[in-house]
């Protein structure tokens, strides 16, 4: 087994822990291929665990879950503290100890406009994120000129893997790696995916010259970057609304690099939706990252924007 297979096993297994007893034990009997592949692990109330693997779910023989089970799972992921993760509960995740986000389904407690948390909880979804060092260096030439990093817009279709590209662009910077020098990189992480911050400090590989702030609204997150932090990148996964990208066109006019992702299964496929329009058009962004397949297949390519 390789290295890198090794690494993706290892965290598989530990997100197994969060799983009580009998339901662990099924999940660590998967195969190995399926342990390195195994993207999420799914608990609905009443069926079996599901792994979610780059071809579809599978299910996990004789694990049908239980609601003391869901409950066990949320207990381990807050460590027995859910009053500490209600802000993030809120949203529908916690992020445990280790980077693994666990997604939450059950009856909403809206007030108003906003949500006030989850009851009766009926199904999570227990994402294995791993980091993969490395996976932007191919792209990287080719977000340069004259050595300076250029604003970049990172697309692919969910689960295509642009939050782990986008991750490793961002350490990448920090690091200085392929760079004149590091560079200040602030991070908007509005649902915890990129640096996965458990009390403070981010579970994923972000590098050292790296700000994250965490659980905050883009359009409410930037003018505080820019404000407080002086930061010479910014980078935001999935950019999804217009206010969105009016915070983008900020950053923009203050002179700092943008990175940034955003659903889309082709440039065409981005401009038949009115934020995808706006991003091409708004004159931020001078490369266009792409990313086409799954898994082994997966490749990235880069086009300029003119």
């Known amino acids: 087994m390789s290295m890198t297979e090794e690494y993706a096993v290892s965290r598989y297994e ?5 799983l009580p007893g009998r339901l662990r034990a099924a999940a660590l009997a998967a195969g190995r291929r399926e342990k390195a592949a195994a993207e999420e692990l799914r608990l609905r109330l009443g069926r079996p665990v599901y792994l979610t693997l780059p071809e579809g779910e599978r299910p996990l023989p004789e694990t049908q879950v239980a609601r003391c089970d869901l409950e066990q799972v949320l207990d381990r992921a807050t460590e027995y503290s859910r009053y500490t993760a209600s802000e993030t509960l809120r949203h529908g995740y916690v992020t445990a100890r280790g980077g693994f986000r666990v997604g939450v389904c059950g009856t909403a407690l809206p007030n108003g406009e906003s949500n006030e948390g989850v ?9 294995i994120p791993r ?12 977000l340069l000129e004259e050595g300076r990093l250029l604003s970049a817009l990172v697309l692919s279709p969910p689960g295509g893997g642009k939050t782990t590209l986008l991750r490793d662009l961002v350490r990448l910077a920090s690091q200085g790696e392929g760079l004149p020098e590091p560079l200040r990189v602030a991070l ?6 990129l640096a996965a911050v458990h009390r403070g400090q981010p579970q994923l590989e972000v590098g050292s010259h790296t700000d ?10 930037v003018p505080m970057l820019l404000r407080a932090m002086t930061p010479q990148v910014i980078a935001l996964d999935e950019v999804a609304l217009p206010e969105d990208v009016e915070a983008v066109r900020s950053a923009a006019n203050c002179g700092v690099t943008l990175l940034a992702t955003v659903h889309a299964a082709s440039r065409e496929d981005l401009m038949r939706r009115s934020v995808g329009r706006s991003l091409l058009e708004c004159g931020v962004f001078r490369r266009l990252v792409l990313i086409r397949g799954r898994g082994a297949d997966r490749e990235s390519r880069v086009e300029a924007l003119e």
Do not use: F, I, N, Y
Not at 119 to 127: E, I, M, P, T, Y
Not at 131 to 142: K, T
Not at 188 to 193: A, C, I, L, P
Not at 212 to 221: E, I, R, Y
């Open 14 to 18: 530990e997100a197994c822990q969060l």
């Open 212 to 221: 994250v702030l965490d659980g905050c609204p883009k359009a409410l997150a």
């Open 119 to 127: 009851r009766d909880v009926s199904s999570l979804a227990l994402r």
């Open 188 to 193: 908007v992480d509005e649902r915890g995916e």
């Open 131 to 142: 980091v993969r060092e490395g996976a932007a260096r191919p792209v990287l030439p080719g």
